[in-house]
């Protein structure tokens, strides 16, 4: 069985400040963790995933999330919002023997001029 | 060509209507998938094509009947729906088979309203 939760229904920062999206996840074996973005009346577009390798993954749009197993986390961050950020934002996770993502409920991030 | 696209962009339908949502895409991927996605939340997998066969169906009411003419085009038959299958309807597409773990590109959705 695999989850995934992002504890924060909306997340608001002001232009220029670090912004943070939390995710954890629970699997059982390896998790293949995936971050998505979705403007106003779009479809999703990918960012960033993980699935091997170095822990900090960075993706596009100057985004970068970081995996902790320890933590069963994958929170994806950004040095310095800016306002066309604004969005929603999943989480998504695979694992080994699930080909099916499950998404997490979103973040709605606004970023505050 | 990086994109998926669908069209239509909006459909409104009645009950007793018979529509067609279609999606197409040029990147050579052999899976492609069709979500609903109600608003504000995540979306939901309905079908899933790999290679051009049904490879996994969510369980989905017979009044959404998916075909895949060929490896570039995925479409989504509607017939008798009913009001509470109003929603967006993304179609994504992946590398390979849908059993490689690789990240999906999304369409713009199609805006679907049942009256």
């Known amino acids: 069985a695999q989850s995934v939760a992002q504890p924060e229904d909306q997340v608001n920062v002001a232009e220029g400040n670090p912004l943070t999206v939390k995710c954890t996840y629970s699997v059982s074996g390896n998790p293949y963790l995936f971050w998505y973005v979705q403007y106003p009346n779009r479809g999703l577009q990918f960012l960033l995933k993980?699935?091997?390798?170095?822990?900090l993954v960075k993706g596009s749009y100057g985004f970068e999330a970081e995996f902790n197993k320890s933590q069963t986390s994958f929170h994806l961050k950004k040095p310095s919002a800016l306002v066309s950020d604004s969005a929603l934002y999943f989480c998504?996770?695979?694992?080994?023997?699930?080909?099916?993502?499950?998404f997490g409920r979103g973040t709605s991030l606004i970023v505050h001029p | 060509d990086t994109e998926v696209t669908q069209t239509p962009k909006h459909l409104v339908m009645g009950m007793t209507n018979k529509k067609s949502l279609k999606c197409e895409q040029h990147?050579?991927?052999?899976?492609m998938y069709w979500y609903k996605q109600k608003a504000k939340k995540p979306p939901e997998l309905m079908f899933v094509?790999?290679?051009?066969?049904?490879?996994i169906n969510e369980s989905v009411p017979s009044r959404f009947s998916p075909e895949c003419p060929n490896s570039s085009l995925l479409n989504l038959h509607l017939h008798a729906l009913q009001p509470e299958d109003s929603a967006l309807y993304l179609c994504?597409?992946?590398?390979?088979?849908?059993?490689?773990?690789?990240?999906?590109?999304f369409g713009p959705g199609t805006r679907l309203t049942v009256l």
């Open positions: 094509y790999s290679y051009e066969k049904l490879s």
């Open positions: 990147m050579g991927h052999r899976a």
């Open positions: 993980y699935i091997t390798g170095d822990n």
């Open positions: 998504a996770v695979l694992s080994g023997g699930s080909y099916i993502p499950t």
């Open positions: 994504a597409s992946s590398q390979g088979d849908y059993r490689s773990y690789n990240e999906q590109f």
